[in-house]
Structures are given as C-alpha cells and as structure tokens.
C-alpha cells in the first residue's frame, strides 16, 4: 500500500495503552497545524487542529501540543484501540496566501491486541 | 463517502493510452487540490484550483493536464504516462475564506502504469 517503500517511523503500543506521535515542522511562520490519519487504502482522514495562538487542544481521545519554540507539534492518543492503527501525518500552513500545506512523511502506528 | 468522491478507484494503463481521474465534492468547499502518493515519496502536491482557478502548479510534467470545471469537479488527464507515475492519487477539497485549510481528501485512484 502507499508509503509501504518509505521507512516510516513506527510506533507500536498495546492496546489500552496511551500513545504520543511527535511532529517536527518546518516553517516558523506556520500559524495552523493539522494531524491526519490514513488508514490503508484510504485517503487522510482530518483528525484535529491547532492554532498557533494555542499551545493544546482537545478532542475526542485525542490531544495535540504544540511547542511553538522548538517547532514541535505531538498527537496523544489515549487508550489506544486497534482501530487507531494507521499512519498518522501533521500538516502546517503559513497564513502567508496561497495554498501550500506542507505534509510529513508520517508515522505508522501499530496497536498490538 | 466522505464527502469528495474519486473514479475509478483502481486504474490499470498502458503507456500510451489516455485517461482520466475524476473527483466531485458535494461540500461546497472552494479550492480543490490533486495530490501523488507514492511508495518511495510522501504526500506530493501537484495542483491547486481555488474558484476554479489554477493557483499552484507544483512543476508537474505535462503528462498530467488538471480541468476544473467548476467548483465541485476536478479532473486530471493522462497521457503517455510512465511506469514511474504509479502511485495512488489524492484529490482534496478546503473552505480557503475560514482561515482554516483543514483537507478532506478522498480515498484516491491507484493508478499503475505498465
């Protein structure tokens, strides 16, 4: 399937147990962040968001951090499920005009039953 | 569905034939975007329509020819394609006025070429 080729890092967690997926991004001008999940032969799926005027955001079982200093963007997954096994991508975007969102390379999660 | 459908889903062809790749959001989002996933690259942007209008082509070759019709279409044709150009295709839709870009992508066409 996609980014089967690319040496994605990988995380692998029990299930039940929580997990943390780490982002580092690129342009310190970026003011909006994303995370998405793609699950296999599917397209990304929006997950959560964050703005740069917030530091965490909550969602359902799942939070973002963001550490604007050191350009780190994290997705906690609590209690993790096997369903939450995918390859999980942060997005940034510059409020600078134009379109580009730039994507990681993603991290595949694993959940072990 | 999500909410942005794409056809086919699979798409085998040769070379030399011509094709094309449709996508149709029923969000009445503003800005429509094809993205290249492939297995030895991640998400790859290729082009931008925002009002129907081409804002970004990211130097793709002139093999793939986008046509946005109107907001809610997104079309991408192929022709001469090489087997390199096998990779799955992503079409996403965002409302560009909300001061967020959050995507909703489809669930893509895997496209080989042989």
């Known amino acids: 399937g996609e980014n089967v080729g690319l040496h994605l890092p990988t995380l692998s967690v029990q299930e039940g147990d929580n997990s943390i997926i780490n982002c580092a991004y690129s342009?310190?001008?970026?003011?909006?962040f994303i995370w998405y999940k793609q699950e296999s032969g599917k397209g990304p799926q929006f997950i959560i968001d964050?703005?740069?005027?917030?530091d965490k955001r909550q969602g359902q079982r799942v939070t973002v951090l963001l550490n604007k200093t050191v350009k780190h963007l994290s997705l906690q997954i609590a209690a993790t499920q096997p369903g939450d096994s995918a390859v999980y991508f942060c997005a940034e975007n510059a409020h600078t005009g134009g379109f580009k969102t730039i994507f990681g390379a993603g991290t595949r999660l694993f959940v072990k039953a | 569905e999500t909410g942005v459908t794409q056809t086919p889903r699979h798409l085998v062809m040769g070379m030399t034939n011509k094709k094309s790749l449709k996508c149709e959001q029923h969000?009445?989002?503003?800005?429509m975007y094809w993205y290249k996933q492939s297995a030895k690259k991640p998400l790859e942007l290729m082009f931008v329509y925002s009002l129907e209008e081409r804002v970004e082509n990211n130097s793709v070759p002139s093999r793939f020819s986008p046509e946005c019709p109107n907001s809610s279409h997104l079309f991408l044709h192929l022709h001469t394609l090489q087997p390199e150009d096998s990779a799955l295709y992503l079409c996403?839709?965002?409302?560009?006025?909300?001061?967020?870009?959050?995507?909703?992508f489809g669930s893509g066409t895997r496209l080989t070429v042989v």
């Open positions: 969000l009445g989002h503003n800005a």
């Open positions: 964050i703005r740069s005027n917030m």
């Open positions: 342009n310190s001008a970026s003011d909006y």
């Open positions: 996403a839709s965002s409302q560009e006025d909300t001061g967020g870009y959050g995507y909703t």
